[in-house]
């Protein structure tokens, strides 16, 4: 079964890539190395998830967000080779706007990486950090950035 095919088995559809908000791009490719620009949890109808994990936000809640972020990802993904079958992830950095005393980081970004396995089956599997931080871009609960690679 192919990536799209066991994304439209889970029932979800890959966004529309978001405009980048500063002076960067989504991705950049150098060599059979694909490069994604960090994204939060955008919404279906373009609005962000937003709160601190841990006082507005629940664990449950931030795992689905990091699932958002992962979808987002596959779509850049996808508009940088054309085929989800092609790349394997390496590298994932999950950053979570989580209260100071917050420490299931690990948790909330399992959101991101079980989709990425999901989907991509071992070529999902990859080396990853999880952290808290003190705030994030117009507040979002989680931003996430990845490095893949490109087989042809």
Do not use: W
């Not at 890959?14 to 150098?30: D, G, M, Q, R």
């Amino acid at each position: 079964m192919t990536p799209e095919a066991k994304l439209a088995a889970m029932g979800l559809t890959l966004p529309e890539i978001p405009a980048p908000l500063a002076n960067y791009v989504p991705y950049k490719i150098n060599g059979n190395t694909l490069y994604l620009s960090g994204q939060g949890p955008r919404r279906s109808d373009g609005s962000m998830a937003t709160g601190k994990v841990g006082r507005d936000v629940t664990v449950e809640q931030a795992y689905e967000h990091a699932k958002l972020v992962g979808l987002g990802l596959l779509a850049a993904a996808k508009a940088a080779t054309g085929d989800l079958a092609k790349i394997e992830v390496l590298k994932v950095l999950g950053m979570v706007n989580a209260v100071p005393e917050f420490t299931d980081q690990p948790k909330v970004i399992n959101g991101c990486s079980d989709l990425f396995v999901a989907v991509l089956g071992e070529r999902g599997r990859h080396a990853r950090s999880a952290v808290g931080m003190g705030s994030l871009p117009m507040q979002i609960t989680v931003e996430i950035e990845a490095v893949m690679r490109i087989h042809e």
